[in-house]
């Protein structure tokens, strides 16, 4: 059977409250407590962060440490790429959600005639871009970065020339040029976003999915429409933030929002929708345990993703079995 391999990474440059660089030793923890061997069952590397910069000035006030964040992302999309040449599924933990950008191009390095679909679980839409951002914090551009669009009709500032050299480097991160089309990006909870991502999500007309259709119609449904709508994608890479989840769970994270899924919801719209063959990567990330009680956070994610992995081992033996999933071959 194809093997999984954990990517750890645990940079935080991208994030405005410190801890989230914990968030795997947290899961970690987590698995001792339940007594589980998770750990021990997959392969592992773990990609070097930056972290230490944070100690130091920053000098990019609409796109903090993105000199830092940028030579770390190069190293995520290494990863990836080279987890899926060995013919392994990529499994991402990570610190702040702007390595997803670093994802989504490790995955189009390997595939790149291929049309990639994005599922994104997030209570954010992290489609700001250096020029719209209102907080400088990179875990709101990795969309922006993927889809290569700065949405200068909303621009509120300027931007010097070294903030955007590096903006430009994470844009073209692996091969050059967008690495997703805005039809092919579906977001599930979506929920707290500022008037520049409500204008760019409607110029693209992004497909979203709130909450309160999971609630309504379920998980297993609310996959079949999201596997409809990227009926025209060749691969898929789900990118699951904690924060989606409603703040009654999710309190260890550094931007919780109220009114997300309940934690059941969040561990079956994983199992349902890693079930589909064309699933090449899954990414978990934003756990802060510095703002966690016992490490309850952690402990939800933990299970949610002992959820995702089933559901990836068993679609991974079905597609041995059935000889399905050649269209992912290199």
Request: proline letters at 5%; aromatic letters at 6%.
């Amino acid at each position: 059977m194809k093997p999984i391999n954990l990517l750890e990474v645990r940079s935080e440059l991208g994030a405005g409250t410190r801890g989230a660089s914990m968030g795997v030793d947290a899961l970690r923890v987590a698995c001792l407590n339940r007594g589980d061997d998770y750990f021990r069952r997959y392969s592992l590397d773990t990609v070097p962060d930056l972290n230490h910069v944070l100690f130091e000035p920053n000098h990019f006030p609409f796109a903090k440490h993105i000199d830092s964040i940028y030579t770390v992302q190069k190293g995520i999309a290494r990863a990836v790429e080279l987890t899926l040449r060995r013919g392994e599924f990529p499994l991402v933990l990570s610190g702040d959600h702007s390595s997803a950008n670093a994802t989504i191009a490790g995955i189009k390095a390997v595939y790149p005639q291929k049309a990639l679909g994005v599922i994104w679980i997030d209570a954010h839409a992290d489609i700001h871009s250096p020029f719209t951002t209102p907080s400088g914090n990179v875990h709101g551009m990795p969309l922006a970065a993927a889809l290569g669009d700065d949405n200068l009709e909303c621009q509120r500032q300027e931007i010097d020339a070294e903030t955007e050299f590096f903006w430009r480097r994470l844009q073209n991160l692996g091969e050059p040029g967008p690495k997703l089309r805005p039809e092919h990006l579906v977001y599930i909870a979506v929920r707290d976003t500022e008037a520049e991502e409500d204008a760019i999500i409607s110029r693209l007309n992004i497909k979203h999915i709130p909450v309160s259709e999971v609630q309504a119609k379920g998980t297993r449904q609310i996959s079949r429409e999201v596997y409809e709508h990227l009926r025209f994608c060749d691969i898929v890479y789900i990118s699951f933030d904690v924060d989606s989840l409603d703040a009654s769970f999710s309190r260890g994270t550094g931007t919780p929002v109220a009114d997300g899924l309940y934690l059941s919801e969040g561990e079956n719209l994983c199992q349902d929708l890693l079930e589909n063959e064309r699933v090449v990567c899954f990414e978990m990330g934003e756990i802060n345990p510095t703002l966690d009680r016992e490490n309850t956070m952690a402990d939800n994610a933990f299970g949610i993703l002992l959820k995702a992995t089933t559901a990836i081992e068993k679609r991974l033996r079905l597609n041995e079995v059935t000889g399905r999933g050649e269209a992912q071959a290199l």
